[in-house]
Every structure is written in C-alpha cells, then in structure tokens.
C-alpha cells in the first residue's frame, strides 16, 4: 500500500516586485495557514517517510513548517528542482522516480500542476487547488510507477478555508 500526498505552498507575497518569482516569501496568510494545515495532516494520520518539495522559497518554507509539526526530521527534506512550476507530467516523472522502498510520499509544488495532477489521482476532484491545500490518497502498488492511474481512496481534499 502506498500513500501519496500533494501539497501546494501555503499563500505567498508579492510586496517585492523586484524579487525573483522563487525568492518570494510567505506572506501574514501563509504564514498563519502552513502550521494550520501542518495540524490538520497530522490529525489525518499522514506521517510520510519522504518529503520532496519545489526549491522555490515559499514551498521549501511551507514543506520545512509541516515537517516540523509532524515530527519528521527537516534534515531529510528533499529539494527537487523540476518541481519548480512543475506541469502535471513533471510531478508523475518525480514521483515514478522515488524508491519503491517509501511507502508515504509527500510533495510541495506549485499550481497549476498540482491541480491537474489532483484531478488525474481523483477525476473531478477540484477545479482549483488553493494555497496551502492538501490531498492526500493511497492506493495498491508495489513501485511508485503511475503512469496509468490507479485506482485510489481518497484519505483527505482538505484547506485552509474548508471548515
């Protein structure tokens, strides 16, 4: 059994135009929404055994904040740069390549990819996956292959303003 967890950074700032768009920080929402949804994983019981996430300054912050709560070691987090504005096909080429030997994985990346790839896990699932939004699904495989869907159960769609 595997379970795969996508996240989308929590909300990011745009104060300084002159920056970078991978150098830009969580703003005051972000800030108050990453420990919230850090939180909320917890309490769904996901405890990944790797944690990969998009170089961009505010997915790394956001994968460091729920790393964090969720007691795994920061330590081991994992940059993957083609998560950066990753498109639904990048993210699935991540994921094949991680070693069959994890059976939790959890991703920080950006939209629109995480959206579509959301979709691609659970059809119709969402039109738009907000800032700091998870989902979260397991599924029957031996490897991380997914180039063709499998059938899945969806553990948790859950974010910030979903009450």
Known sequence: MKVLTIVRHAKSSWSDTGLPDRERPLNRRGERDAPE??????????????????????????AKVVAQEIGYPVEFLQR????YLASM???????????????????????????????????????????AGVVSVQFEREDWNLHERPDVELLTHDYPKRV
């Open 80 to 83: 993957e740069d083609s998560l």
């Open 37 to 62: 949804m850090a939180r909320r994983i917890a309490a769904h019981g996901i405890r990944p055994s790797q944690i990969v996430s998009s170089p961009a300054v505010r997915a790394w912050t956001t």
């Open 89 to 131: 096909d990048e993210i699935l080429d991540v994921i094949v390549a991680q070693d069959a030997g994890f059976n939790s994985l959890m991703l920080f990346g950006h939209n629109p990819g995480l959206t579509d790839f959301a979709n691609f896990l659970s059809p119709g699932l969402t039109n738009n996956l907000p800032t």
